[in-house]
C-alpha cells in the first residue's frame, strides 16, 4: 500500500511537540498536515506532500490562544501610560468607556472601525496568535463587521457579542456613574444567545460561541446565574470581567458581607467552563489585605479559568499574586492579550517576572509554566483539546520561529528562551487550521503597510476629535500630555 500524501509537511525543526501529557522537545522533527488537522507528528514522515516546509534552524511551537483580547488599534490606551485620573485608582479603561449624560461625542465617536479592527486581527496574526477570544459589543451590523474581519484574516475567533448589564455615564463635573439596568443586559443576553445558535460553524468552522458579560461590576446576581446558564445550554465558555477594579473587593463587602469570589461561587458560576478576566483583586491580594477569606482556595477547588493579562497591568503598577499561586491551588491559568500591542511574547515575559516580583522568588512562574498558559491552558479554558499542541489529530494551527538574531542568540533550552527573549519579529510563519497565513515575516492575506496607514489615520481622527469628547475641551495632548515638549525656537 503506498503512503500517504498529505498537504503540508514541515519539516527539519526543533518541534515543541505534545506527548500526550506534555510538551516536549523533538529535534529534527517532522510535522504533517492533512487539511486543517496534524495527521502525524515524528522524527520522518515516509509519505508524500503537496508542499514542504524547510524548517531547518526555526523552532516551531503551537499556535498560541488569547482568552481575552479587545481587538484594535487601542487609540485610548496609547495615551495613558504614566498618566490618568488618581480617583480611578489604577484602572485605564474609565477614562475612555463612559459614555456623556449630556451628548458629547463619545471617545471613539471619529475612529474608523473596520480600520482599527483590522489592524488588532493583523497584529495577533502576525504575532502568532491563532485564536482569540474576543471581547467587544455587536459593533456595525450586528456583528457582521467583526466576521468579516476575522474571516478575512483567517483567525480562529471564540465571540458573540458582549451582554452588558449596565453603563458607565460620564457627567459634566467629571464624575462617572455606574448604572445597572437588568432589563437591557437580559435583552443583550438574549441577542448573544441568538447570534450563538445563528452563526455556529461560521468562518469555515474557525468561529465557536462564548457568552461574554461584561463586568462583574456591571452585573446582578441575578443576570449573571441567567447568563451562566444560558451558556450552560448552549454547551460554550462563560467569561466576565472579574475584579479588575480595586472597588468592586470593597463596595461588594459592603454590600454583602462577602468578597466577590465567594459571591460568585454562591451564584454558581465558578466551574471549568468559567473564564474569569484578570481575577487581580481578591482577599489575599496586598492591595486589598483582608487574609480572613482565602479566595484562592474557593477558585482553585472549582478548576475555575483565569485569563491573565499581566502586559496592562503591569502598565498600572500592579501584578497579579500570583501566577503560581493560582496555579497551584488548582486554578487553570491562560494568558490573554488584553491590550496592545496584542503581543503574546510580552504577555509570557511578564508573567513570569511579576511573578518573580510578586513572590521575591526566582524560581516561580518558570518558563515551561508560562509557555503552556499560553497554548495548553488557553485550550483547556476553552474547552479545546484539539488546539493548543503539536499532535497527531490537533488542528494545525503553528507558529514557525526564526531564532536567527543576536537577540535571541545561542541558547541551550529553547522554551526558556522564546519566554524571555523573543518578539514576534522572529515569527516567520503562521498556519491556522494548515492554512499558511504569515510566510517569510510577512501577511499573506493583507497588506501590512495598508494597514497600518489605515489605522495611523483612524488614530488621529480620534485623537484630533479629542475635544469634543472632552467635559472641558482638552486636547488629546491636553488630557494626556506627551512625555517631552515640543521643540521650539
Known amino acids: 500500500m503506498p503512503a500517504a500524501t498529505v498537504d503540508l509537511l514541515i519539516e527539519g525543526g526543533t518541534v515543541i511537540a505534545f506527548d500526550g501529557q506534555e510538551h516536549r522537545y523533538l529535534e529534527g ?3 504533517a498536515i492533512s ?56 484602572s485605564s479603561f474609565l477614562h475612555f468607556l463612559p459614555a456623556s ?32 477570544l474576543a471581547f467587544a459589543p455587536a459593533g456595525p451590523r450586528d456583528g457582521e463587521l467583526m466576521l468579516e474581519v476575522a474571516q478575512e484574516f483567517g483567525i480562529r475567533l471564540v465571540w458573540a457579542p458582549i451582554v452588558a448589564g449596565g453603563r458607565y455615564w460620564l457627567e459634566d463635573d467629571g464624575r ?8 437591557a443586559g437580559l435583552k443583550s443576553l438574549e441577542a448573544s444567545a441568538r447570534f450563538i445558535e445563528t452563526h455556529r460553524g461560521a468562518l469555515d468552522g474557525r468561529l465557536s460561541g462564548v457568552i461574554a458579560l461584561d463586568e462583574y461590576y456591571v452585573s446582578t446576581p441575578a443576570l449573571r446565574r441567567e447568563a451562566k446558564q444560558v451558556a450552560r445550554g448552549l454547551g460554550v465558555p462563560f467569561t466576565l470581567h472579574f475584579v479588575e477594579q480595586h472597588r468592586e473587593f470593597f463596595e461588594t463587602m459592603g454590600a454583602t458581607g ?15 467552563a468559567t473564564i474569569l478576566a484578570h481575577c487581580v483583586y481578591i482577599a489575599s491580594h496586598r492591595a486589598v489585605g483582608y487574609p480572613l477569606e482565602d479566595d484562592i482556595a474557593i477558585l482553585g477547588a472549582a478548576k475555575v479559568n483565569v485569563a491573565h493579562s499581566p502586559v496592562a497591568f503591569s502598565r498600572r503598577g500592579l501584578a497579579l499574586e500570583s501566577f503560581s499561586r493560582y496555579r497551584r491551588a488548582g486554578i487553570n491559568v491562560a494568558l ?20 518573580k516580583f510578586a513572590d521575591n522568588n526566582h524560581e516561580e512562574a518558570p518558563a515551561e509554566s ?4 499560553s497554548n495548553l491552558a488557553g485550550a483547556q479554558a476553552l474547552g479545546r483539546p484539539d488546539l493548543g499542541r503539536i499532535a497527531p489529530g490537533a488542528k494545525a494551527d503553528l507558529v514557525v520561529i526564526d ?8 541558547n541551550p533550552d529553547p522554551v526558556r528562551a522564546i519566554v524571555h527573549l523573543a518578539t514576534p519579529e522572529m515569527i516567520d510563519s503562521v498556519i491556522v487550521a494548515g492554512r499558511l497565513l504569515v510566510e517569510g515575516k510577512r501577511l499573506l492575506v493583507a497588506d501590512e503597510d495598508e494597514i497600518i496607514d489605515a489605522a495611523a489615520r483612524s488614530s488621529r481622527a480620534v485623537w484630533d476629535g479629542h475635544a469634543a469628547h472632552d467635559i472641558l475641551g482638552r486636547s488629546a495632548a491636553e488630557r494626556f500630555p506627551p512625555s517631552l515638549r515640543a521643540w521650539t525656537e
Do not use: W
Not at 462617572?176 to 432589563?183: F, G, K, P, Q
Open 35 to 90: 487539511g486543517d488537522e496534524i495527521v502525524a507528528v515524528g522524527p520522518g514522515f515516509a509519505g508524500e506532500a503537496k508542499r514542504r516546509i524547510d524548517a531547518r534552524g526555526r523552532i516551531v511551537i503551537p499556535g498560541q490562544i488569547s482568552t481575552h483580547a479587545h481587538i484594535g488599534a487601542h487609540e485610548g490606551p496609547r495615551q495613558l501610560i504614566d498618566s490618568g485620573r488618581r480617583d480611578f485608582i489604577r
Open 403 to 410: 531564532p536567527r538574531s543576536l537577540t535571541f542568540g545561542p
Open 101 to 132: 449624560r449630556s451628548g458629547r461625542p463619545g471617545f471613539l465617536a471619529p475612529q474608523d472601525a473596520r480600520a482599527s479592527l483590522r489592524y488588532g486581527f493583523a497584529t495577533l496574526l502576525r504575532q502568532g496568535v491563532t485564536t482569540v
Open 370 to 373: 508560562v509557555f503552556s498558559a
Open 176 to 183: 462617572v456613574v455606574r448604572e445597572l439596568d437588568d432589563a
Open 336 to 355: 490573554g492579550t488584553d491590550t496592545y500591542p496584542l503581543d503574546m511574547f510580552s504577555e509570557m515575559r511578564m508573567a513570569s517576572l511579576m511573578n
Open 29 to 31: 522533527g517532522t510535522i
Open 258 to 272: 462577602k468578597t466577590p469570589v465567594q459571591c460568585l461561587a454562591e451564584e454558581g458560576l465558578l466551574d471549568e
